[in-house]
């Protein structure tokens, strides 16, 4: 089985460009959360979505990031007119079940995509 | 303030020796840990986790252990291999979906 897919691995934008992050699950997972890791940092919790719904998106700043998971085809967390402190490292994972009411299940993590904004 | 953490930024290990590493936790609300593998260039790794309803929980090579007294977690990895070169991160789950990481510990294996 395939595991969470990103792409693309490596991204470079000028500053008020565009960027298009791009994430597949696993095969049968239903849910997605994306992250964003700075340079030797842990990792930072995003958004959580589920097909066709956000479901959590506190960890998303209010401007310029927005996130989605269509009915068919990856998720993508867009970014308008990047800006040098959007370049950081982004992770997209999977897991199988609902969060509602609690999800303890474990998220597998895609290999990331690497923003770097010139 | 709630968040985790580890304790030593650096583990510098001989290869076939044991290696333990720390990450103390402060919400005692948590009730899932998992610790992560992440290569250079690569995404985090799931390795091993626990609930908190136990206290050990052994894998191929790996055991984590929790004290949910101290609110400390380990991981112990055996005959350290220099394919155990990565950083390592505990992650913890409060209930819901969101995973709450630590800045991570780099272990870095002698040969």
């Known amino acids: 089985n395939a595991g969470v897919m990103q792409n693309p691995r490596h991204l470079v934008r000028r500053r008020g460009q565009e960027a298009r992050l791009r994430c597949s699950p696993v095969?049968?997972?239903?849910?997605v959360y994306w992250y964003r890791q700075l340079p030797e940092e842990g990792l930072k919790f995003m958004v959580y979505l589920q097909k066709e719904n956000i479901i959590d998106e506190s960890g998303m700043p209010k401007e310029r990031f927005s996130a989605e998971f269509p009915k068919e085809g990856p998720s993508i967390l867009r970014i308008q007119q990047v800006v040098r402190g959007d370049s950081a490292a982004y992770f997209c994972?999977?897991?199988?079940?609902?969060?509602?009411?609690?999800?303890?299940?474990?998220?597998?993590f895609g290999p990331g995509t690497r923003l770097t904004v010139l | 303030g709630e968040n985790v953490g580890l304790h030593l930024p650096t583990l510098s290990v001989q290869e076939g020796d044991n290696s333990i590493i720390n990450c103390a936790y402060s919400?005692?609300?948590?009730?899932?840990f998992i610790w992560y593998k992440q290569e250079s260039g690569k995404g985090p790794q799931f390795i091993i986790d626990?609930?908190?309803?136990?206290d050990k929980r052994q894998g191929q090579r790996v055991t984590v252990l929790l004290n949910k007294t101290v609110k400390h977690l380990s991981l112990q990895i055996a005959a350290t291999q220099p394919g155990d070169s990565a950083v390592y991160f505990c992650a913890e789950n409060r209930g819901d979906y969101k995973l709450s990481f630590g800045a991570g510990t780099t272990v870095t294996v002698r040969a």
């Open positions: 994972a999977s897991s199988p079940i609902s969060a509602s009411g609690g999800n303890t299940d474990t998220q597998y």
């Open positions: 095969k049968g997972h239903s849910h």
């Open positions: 919400n005692s609300a948590s009730d899932y």
């Open positions: 626990i609930r908190s309803n136990m």
